[in-house]
């Protein structure tokens, strides 16, 4: 049996509007690879179906914008929001040195 693909990505909730609460962390492919998994929610893909948002909750219907992180940090659509982006602890150091490629931020 194979391991599951995993990857660091972005993931911004777009439910309230175009900027939103954001985050980095780790998710889980489904095998198909149109399911993403993370934090207990499944997403799937719109389809170009979406405005600002490629993904939605399966089970609340949320549109959600998640892609691969930035090496410059620039992963919002719209870099003027000044909420901030969370970074799970679980992935913290292993973003900032392999993803953004320096000595991890505290």
């Not at 979406?50 to 919002?76: E, L, V």
């Not at 000044?82 to 392999?98: A, L």
Request: without cysteine; charged residues 25%; neutral net charge.
């Amino acid at each position: 049996m194979s391991a599951k693909k995993t990857r660091i990505m972005y993931i911004e909730d777009k439910s309230a509007g175009l900027n939103g609460p954001a985050r980095i962390g780790r998710v889980t492919y489904s095998k198909t690879g149109q399911s993403i998994y993370y934090g207990g929610r499944t997403f799937q893909r719109l389809g170009g179906d979406g405005f600002k948002a490629n993904y939605f909750d399966a089970d609340t219907g949320d549109h959600f914008w998640i892609s691969g992180p930035r090496k410059d940090g620039q992963d919002r659509l719209y870099p003027s929001s000044s909420m901030p982006v969370e970074i799970d602890p679980d992935v913290h150091d292993e973003y900032w040195s392999d993803i953004r490629g320096r000595a991890a931020a505290q």
